[in-house]
């Protein structure tokens, strides 16, 4: 698989597949958790309770406890954790992370550009999991029961050239809260994103379906009759026009795979340096060969899209009270975006 296949997510929402099931007419009642282990392949009884424990899992259109006995006709709806990429046992290794925040229930990490989040097929080493197991072996803290072959403690994710915050549940209790307010989607999340041209508007809402490209699988698509994917929605606003580029400022209210760099690609602005979705070419300004050396030099400075999960705010799992956390923008980034307003400053003593 390459680099682009193997690109991580930024999806909490594509940790689980949605499913449906009519319960039979001759079905005798029982735990709901019992027949859902008869019905589905390969999941764990703990990931079935902690999906209904979420509330990821309706019976009749009204969420349920573990102990809930089906009946006959019953028609349940749930978002199933998907099963781990890979079935073997991840190896810690002493792979630097940047600790934001820790406390007793969660560790806050601004994840570096280049750094895969989980293992998977083509990258089975050097991610945040194998970094998070080796640090609760130096730390002796818990790895979560039905996690310890798959990704410990991880309730989202971003790309792997993206930077900026993730939270890690470090207790049962955290997990459970966490994975609630991420389906839900009570958990705040911004973005700080260079974008190609400028808006008409100083602010904005993208809302569209968005899915797999049928004909290239490694990228996200909007498609506008609603007919295929599924509902995102981005909000967005203008923190500095560059002239040629935008520095904006993204919210997003759900969380889909791609989603802001598949929306500004569909808005006709996509990031900046974006080689997944044409943002590494030069898509406006003059045609002048300094022009596009000046452009070329920036690409280097940062060789990857310019996005940054720049703020985290939700409810914390055990005081109960709502607490924010942000990351300032990555030296590359920063870098790239000073070359910009110089660029523009000397454009406006030359007029």
């Given at each position: 698989m390459s680099k682009e296949q193997s690109d991580n997510l930024e999806n909490p929402e594509e940790h689980y597949e949605e499913m449906e099931i009519t319960v039979d007419p001759k079905q005798s009642p029982i735990r709901i958790d019992k027949f859902l282990l008869t019905k589905l392949k390969d999941v764990s009884r703990s990931k079935i309770q902690t999906a209904i424990g979420i509330g990821a899992v309706l019976v009749d259109d009204k969420q349920i406890k573990s102990n809930f006995k089906i009946q006959p006709g019953n028609h349940i709806k749930l978002h199933i954790p998907r099963n781990p990429l890979i079935n073997t046992e991840v190896l810690p290794e002493d792979i630097p992370l940047n600790i934001h925040y820790e406390d007793e229930h969660i560790l806050i990490i601004n994840k570096q550009s280049g750094l895969v989040m989980h293992p998977g097929i083509g990258n089975y080493s050097g991610t945040v999991v194998n970094a998070l197991a080796f640090y609760y072996q130096q730390k002796d803290l818990p790895i979560l029961p039905g996690n310890l072959n798959d990704r410990p403690g991880l309730v989202h994710r971003i790309d792997k050239d993206t930077t900026g915050l993730?939270?890690?549940?470090?207790?049962?209790?955290?997990?459970?809260?966490?994975?609630?307010?991420?389906?839900?989607?009570?958990?705040?999340?911004?973005?700080?994103?260079?974008?190609?041209?400028?808006?008409?508007?100083?602010?904005?809402?993208?809302?569209?379906?968005?899915?797999?490209?049928?004909?290239?699988?490694?990228?996200?698509?909007?498609?506008?009759d609603g007919d295929m994917g599924k509902h995102s929605i981005t909000h967005w606003k203008v923190l500095e026009d560059l002239y040629y580029v935008s520095l904006i400022e993204c919210e997003l209210e759900t969380g889909r795979t791609h989603q802001i760099r598949a929306h500004m690609k569909y808005l006709g602005h996509p990031l900046f340096s974006d080689a997944k979705y044409g943002g590494d070419k030069i898509i406006k300004g003059t045609v002048f060969s300094k022009y596009k050396s000046f452009v070329e030099n920036c690409f280097k400075v940062m060789p990857r899209q310019a996005l940054h999960a720049y703020s985290l705010g939700f409810e914390h799992p055990a005081t109960k009270e709502q607490v924010y956390f942000e990351a300032d923008l990555p030296e590359d980034f920063q870098n790239c975006l000073d070359k910009w307003r110089t660029y523009v400053e000397s454009r406006k003593e030359k007029v």
């Open positions: 993730i939270v890690v549940a470090k207790t049962d209790l955290a997990m459970e809260s966490l994975s609630k307010q991420f389906f839900h989607h009570t958990i705040k999340r911004k973005y700080r994103a260079l974008i190609w041209s400028s808006f008409d508007e100083q602010e904005g809402t993208v809302e569209e379906f968005i899915g797999r490209n049928p004909k290239n699988r490694t990228q996200v698509i909007v498609f506008p």
